[in-house]
């Protein structure tokens, strides 16, 4: 590359710093899982941390920003995955740069600030540069021509290329009613080098047409109505700007290449790749899909990690190991059969780490967790191919050509291999695969095996009903405009006036005793689940005590909307009484004693661990804690114990907590640890332990305690696995920890009486009484045998000749398996030929039967395990063996003798048979 290119970095800057001029707040990327939002697997554009806003449900204390957003497109509507690595512009992972205005300026400036900085900062040629804008082709809604106008104004712009089209291209709306509005692409004619298509016969170039020549830069969306119907629209009071441009897109025109593979963001992963391989160039241009899979799969992997998700089975752990057992596999296409991406992943946070430091922070995470996925998979890879293999064999005898949904689930449930890989591999054989059947598959697979639901859906529920009551709550004047005020770290109790009661999804006027309901308050003191914390309960009262309800759940059902779930347990709460609302006050300090505890646990962790013990999920609830974290081998008993009397010392020093609110990136910066997944505003709860130098430093909304003190004790209970390289630690704090001593010391002294002894010396007591026990099992096992011994001496003289066959049936006293197989071989040291022995016996109540044959009667049709079935038949048992030696067990031994007395007759019948 020339050294006149700007780097990636350099572009990434230079639209930052320019809205920064333009009185735009930059902000940070926001995490690639979706922040309080349950109805996406990933955040998949820029506007994602804005929805809230568009919908009048949020605001934000700037109204121009501007940022550079990490994106995965990789499930549901907007899915590249099978795109990716086989063309130059599809990803998994990307970087989105947006701008956007709430309520602030709009088309005029939009459009201005896009041509200048294209055509000024950037350089890009005016005559390449072309502009769509919308016109209706349905008819309903005007055409932009406020657009149209504002592109025509733009220096240097030919006016013949701007040009209007309909709601496929131009027009944006996030569901079908809702805020939406026109938008206005801008595309680039990267000249006709770039077309694919001059062979095909009356193929013209042109934008939104069908080849690479005209590539969309960058959207501009000016949400200006609100949807009501397919036909009816309103005019929005605040009208908004949202753009987005691909990053890749954008640097590979400024570095002049024809592929985002080929920029500066991901050349490198395709040189480490090609160096880790062998490959000379020439191989690597012939054979180039698996480089460019490696590349955006690396970059996904490691992006996913940073931000908390690791391999796993659903939703978004299973895409992150799906894209890295993919890159694995196409690894096998260049030769690499050893794990390799982690070394791929590092040139990821060098060429990124800067700009998204979460990649740095996290950088042994992220190699520990690909590493261990890869060598997972390695197990498995040969066995899975082989079946796979065999599989399509199968299918082309039978001259078909898609491999059944049942057959795709079990190789992932039995080896390991997802759907997408079944999928390249049967397109690389020309098959295809049945998704819909696999996924039905999966979820019986998953429903049999008691794990819910598979593969993650994440639909969410229906919100309408809540977002009206508080649209019509905030028109009466009922509730603020930023919905129910939230207080849950101060008082325990407040009062107000009962807004709102829904009953099965419906808002009603006055409920019945028994009645599930839901109830918004203006203000509430009820901690809603959030973070691992569980939700408190409590009653809501009517003043005048006529009803009451007891509160067991709270939800967040809609921005703005917290409703108390509970149950009528007195009287009929009616909307605009009076009512006292009071959390269950013992159940809420049991829970702040464990949400310190687990600070105080994490903090510990990492110590005696490492720094790549991190968080990676919790349960902070009024009976227990739990706490999941990475690590990638079990933690040992001496770890546990140091992390115990480590996290007991913090509580007995009494450290005080600090609580303050400051900015996110300031608190990120300061080092707080920051729990992925949640949604941080742009003003962040802290919480630090410690004093000046704390150990402790969180980003939290969580209820604590005030002191560690208040924690009393806290009691490891549990160590475990949860999945691949992730831990996870039960404790107990406080009231359920002194349970907890009460019980074990009851047991103690219980038993300590039992055994005669007091609880110090127990450990020695038991060792001797084991001693003493095992001795006796000794010459236990010693007696019997030489009882059977002496036993199998009187049977010999019953021996019977039947055609020169000597035969033995006999019943030993207490003898187990072992003897009677001891006792059978001493019977064939006695007649190596011409040999049959039936030895049966109970023991404590079950019957066994041990039948061998001489060798040299095999010939002669006489198998033991037939001879032992036959003769166990009457006792309800079976059995198996060798054709000279096989035993048998049974339910009723009281038959052992009838069954003993078969043993001549089926001789006898084999023998003249
Ligand atoms: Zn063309
Ligand atoms: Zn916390």
Not at 616 to 622: Q, T
Request: aromatic residues 8%; negative net charge; charged residues 25%.
């Amino acid at each position: 590359m020339e050294s006149t290119k700007p780097t990636g970095a350099e572009i990434r800057k230079t639209f930052l710093d320019f809205f920064e001029e333009h009185k735009h707040t930059i902000v940070p990327s926001a995490s690639l899982i979706p922040g309080g939002d349950q109805t996406l697997l990933f955040t998949n554009a820029g506007m994602v941390q804005f929805k809230d806003v568009f919908l009048g449900t949020d605001k934000r204390p700037y109204k121009r920003v501007a940022d550079s957003q990490k994106c995965m497109r990789v499930a549901g509507k907007h899915n590249d995955l099978e795109d990716v690595g086989r063309d130059n512009i599809h990803h998994t992972f990307f970087e989105m740069l947006g701008n956007w205005s709430f309520g602030d300026y709009y088309k005029k400036e939009a459009i201005a600030w896009a041509w200048q900085l294209l055509t000024d900062v950037w350089k890009l040629p005016t005559v390449n540069i072309w502009a769509t804008v919308f016109r209706d082709d349905q008819g309903d809604i005007p055409q932009d021509d406020e657009a149209a106008d504002a592109w025509r104004q733009q220096p240097g712009i030919d006016p013949t290329h701007v040009l209007f089209f309909g709601r496929k291209d131009n027009f944006w709306e996030m569901a079908d009613t809702g805020p939406c509005g026109p938008c206005s692409e801008i595309h680039l004619d990267r000249g006709i080098k770039y077309c694919d298509m001059q062979d095909v016969p009356g193929h013209i170039c042109r934008v939104n047409g069908d080849c690479q020549r005209f590539l969309e830069l960058w959207n501009l969306v000016f949400i200006q109505y609100n949807r009501l119907s397919p036909t009816e629209f309103e005019p929005l009071p605040a009208r908004h700007v949202d753009t987005g441009m691909g990053f890749e897109r954008i640097v590979s025109v400024l570095q002049d290449v024809d592929s985002n593979y080929r920029t500066d963001l991901l050349w490198p992963l395709i040189l480490t790749t090609q160096e880790l391989a062998g490959c000379t160039n020439e191989q690597r241009e012939a054979n180039f899909t698996p480089f460019r899979v490696i590349a955006d799969h690396a970059r996904a992997a490691a992006f996913l990690i940073a931000d908390g998700v690791v391999p796993g089975n659903l939703g978004r752990n299973y895409v992150t190991r799906m894209i890295i057992r993919r890159a694995y596999r196409f690894g096998g296409k260049i030769g690499l059969c050893e794990p390799f991406l982690a070394r791929v992943a590092e040139v990821v946070i060098n060429i990124y780490g800067d700009f998204y430091p979460e990649l740095k922070r996290n950088r042994k995470s992220i190699l520990i967790s690909i590493t261990r996925e890869e060598e997972q998979f390695q197990r498995t890879l040969d066995r899975a191919t082989t079946q796979l293999e065999y599989l399509f064999n199968e299918l082309i005898k039978l001259n078909q050509t898609v491999l059944t949904g049942a057959q795709a689930a079990d190789l992932y449930t039995t080896y390991g291999m997802p759907l997408e890989i079944t999928r390249d591999i049967a397109k690389e054989h020309g098959l295809d695969v049945d998704e819909v059947g696999f996924n039905k598959s999966m979820e019986e697979h998953r429903l049999a095996s008691g794990a819910g639901k598979a593969l993650g859906d994440l639909g969410g529920e229906d919100v309408d009903v809540y977002r009206q009551i508080a649209i019509q709550l905030q028109r009466q004047g009922d509730l603020p405009e930023n919905g129910v005020a939230y207080d849950p770290y101060n008082l325990l109790e407040v009062s107000g006036k009962l807004l709102a009661i829904i009953h099965s999804n419906l808002a009603i006027q006055q409920a019945q005793p028994g009645d599930e309901v839901e109830i918004i308050l203006p203000e509430t003191c009820f901690y809603v689940e959030s973070g691992g914390q569980v939700s408190d309960t409590g009653w809501i009262m009517s003043m005048d005590g006529t009803w009451e309800i007891k509160v067991n759940e709270m939800r967040r059902p809609a921005a703005g909307v917290i409703v108390h779930v509970g149950k009528v347990t007195k009287g009929n709460p009616k909307v605009g009484d009076e009512v006292i609302a009071s959390v269950d006050a013992d159940r809420r300090r049991d829970i702040m004693r464990n949400h310190t505890a687990t600070h105080l646990l994490h903090a510990e962790l990492r110590k005696v661990l490492g720094e790549h013990a991190r968080q990676a999920g919790s349960l902070v609830a009024p009976d227990r804690l739990r706490f999941d974290f990475t690590h990638p081998e079990a933690v040992t008993p001496a770890q546990l114990a140091e992390i115990e009397a480590g996290v007991n010392q913090r509580i007995l020093i009494n450290y005080s907590l600090k609580i303050t609110y400051k900015p996110l990136q300031q608190a990120v910066s300061e080092g707080a640890m920051a729990l992925f997944g949640e949604k941080y505003s742009d003003t962040v709860r802290t919480i630090s332990i410690g004093g000046d130098q704390p150990f402790s430093y969180e980003l939290c909304g969580g209820t604590h305690v005030s002191e560690t003190g208040d924690i009393g004790v806290c009691l490891i209970t549990g160590e475990g696995s949860v999945a691949a390289g992730i831990r996870r630690i039960e404790a107990v704090t406080g009231r359920k920890a002194y349970e907890l001593i009460q019980k074990r010391f009851g047991l103690i002294s219980q038993i300590s009486g039992l055994l005669d002894s007091t609880p110090e010396t127990l450990p020695e007591k038991v060792s001797n009484l084991m001693d003493e026990l095992n001795a006796a099992r000794k010459v236990l096992t010693s007696m019997r045998q030489n009882q059977a011994a002496l036993e199998f001496n009187q049977k010999l003289k019953q021996v019977s000749l039947i055609d020169g066959v000597r035969v033995m049936a006999a019943r030993l006293n207490d003898a187990d398996a072992n003897t009677l197989r001891q006792i059978a071989d001493r019977f064939r040291q006695q007649y190596p030929s011409n040999g049959v022995a039936v030895l049966g016996s109970v023991l404590d109540g079950r019957p066994t039967i041990i039948a061998a044959i001489t060798e040299d009667l095999i010939p002669r049709g006489l198998n033991a395990v037939e001879l032992v079935k036959f003769v166990a038949a009457p006792l309800g048992g079976g059995g198996g063996g060798k054709p000279t030696l096989a035993q048998a067990g049974g339910k009723d031994a009281s038959k052992l003798d009838i069954a003993l007395g078969t043993v001549e007759p089926w001789v006898k019948e084999k023998l003249h048979a």
